[in-house]
């Protein structure tokens, strides 16, 4: 639903950079080697200490620091990185993100109370990049947030029982939609016209891999062209081959995960049926508010050869049995009780949840990601 949206109630959204791009880098750390140069300028300064930080593993690492001087001039000199992302700051919350490369010369200027809104770089053409896609998605955002908040003042003046705001929500997502797609078109044109610039890893996270199949492989092409030795180049291009086995048409990796009875269930079981693979977890807003509308699609097609395979991203087993029962799931279901580590994350590439596959009888996928009546029309499509 749009109001999911709207309420920022947003799904479990795990990003390619979440899963990869700051993941550990390659140790190639070294000191004084190369041509590389990162100095600038700040106003409103008062002698304070600046640190260089690299974005690895789930905190920033400070690999330099510096003081500015009386002028606001600084430099960083002890540190040449690799290509990746880092970021300058003073403290935690104010910072500027760059892009580096070990043959740069870059030069940044700003203002020291709010670097994250004023700061600008010359020397760094992946930075320059990374700043023009961050504008894409800003303006996009703001957009949104001003029909978020026309959302929210029609439901605070308004007494709205759920068929009205169901109403309501359906008049505010052809807005929605306009708005993101516009966003999505600028998006990809400039991806398309940057395949091999590292920064467009951060970018494409915003486009559901699904629906950008082409634009991803075309990205994971011209990056493993110019740095082919890097980690994180190296994990995307893991993201992309694990799209490519589960694109629409291609027979669904098999999954076989234990019951909450411990029994073990194989999703190739259920062949000759028309098979719902839904991945959820008990833990997920989202995916509770949807379960209704699976639980009637199931009542619905289930005496027409229709079966659903629940995978759960499910961490703790009694919440996970808990909210089976209270959902009234009465299809087949399993975990591994991993979380985001489950196997089948990877397998299926999951980016969020809540998450669906549609299978044939043979075990070929022929959709993805149906909620609600997009789901019931699927399957009485293909049921009759």
């Given at each position: ?291 209704p509308n699976v639980v009637k699609a199931y009542a ?85």
């Open positions: 639903m749009l109001q999911t949206f709207l309420i920022k109630e947003k799904n479990m959204y795990r990003s390619i950079i979440c899963l990869g791009v700051v993941a550990v880098f390659a140790s190639c750390d070294s000191k004084k080697a190369g041509s590389f140069e990162l100095k600038g300028n700040f106003i409103n300064t008062h002698g304070e200490m600046l640190y260089l930080e690299k974005l690895s593993g789930q905190q920033p690492v400070v690999v330099d620091s510096t003081v500015i001087d009386e002028k606001g001039d600084f430099a960083f000199t002890n540190y040449t990185p690799h290509i990746g992302f880092y970021r300058v700051k003073s403290t935690a919350q104010n910072f500027a993100m760059l892009v580096l490369d070990t043959a740069d010369k870059v030069s940044v200027t700003g203002n020291l109370k709010d670097l994250g809104n004023s700061y600008k770089v010359e020397g760094s053409p992946e930075t320059k990049l990374f700043m023009e896609y961050n504008n894409i998605s800003k303006e996009r955002d703001l957009r949104l947030d001003s029909l978020n908040k026309a959302f929210q003042q029609m439901m605070e003046t308004s007494k709205m029982d759920s068929k009205k705001m169901d109403s309501l929500s359906k008049i505010f997502e052809a807005p929605y939609n306009a708005i993101v797609e516009s966003s999505n078109v600028t998006l990809v044109k400039k991806i398309k016209d940057n395949s091999t610039m590292y920064s467009s890893l951060i970018a494409i996270q915003a486009l559901e891999p699904d629906k950008f199949a082409d634009l991803y492989k075309s990205l994971d092409e011209g990056l493993n062209k110019k740095f082919a030795s890097d980690n994180n180049v190296k994990m995307f291009h893991g993201v992309v081959v694990s799209m490519q086995a589960t694109t629409i048409g291609q027979t669904a990796p098999d999954i076989t995960l234990p019951s909450p009875d411990g029994k073990e269930i194989s999703l190739s079981s259920l062949r000759g049926k028309i098979v719902l693979v839904d991945f959820w977890a008990s833990w997920c807003g989202p995916c509770r508010k949807e379960m619905k097609f289930m005496d027409k050869g229709f079966e659903i395979f629940g995978v759960s991203l499910d961490k703790e087993k009694a919440r996970w049995v808990e909210a089976i029962a209270k959902d009234g799931i009465t299809w087949p279901q399993v975990s591994d009780l991993m979380e985001w580590q489950s196997q089948v994350v990877k397998m299926y590439n999951i980016q969020g949840i809540p998450y669906t596959v549609l299978l044939d009888r043979e075990g070929k996928i022929i959709a993805k990601n149906l909620r609600g009546e997009e789901l019931e029309q699927k399957l009485a499509e293909v049921l009759n």
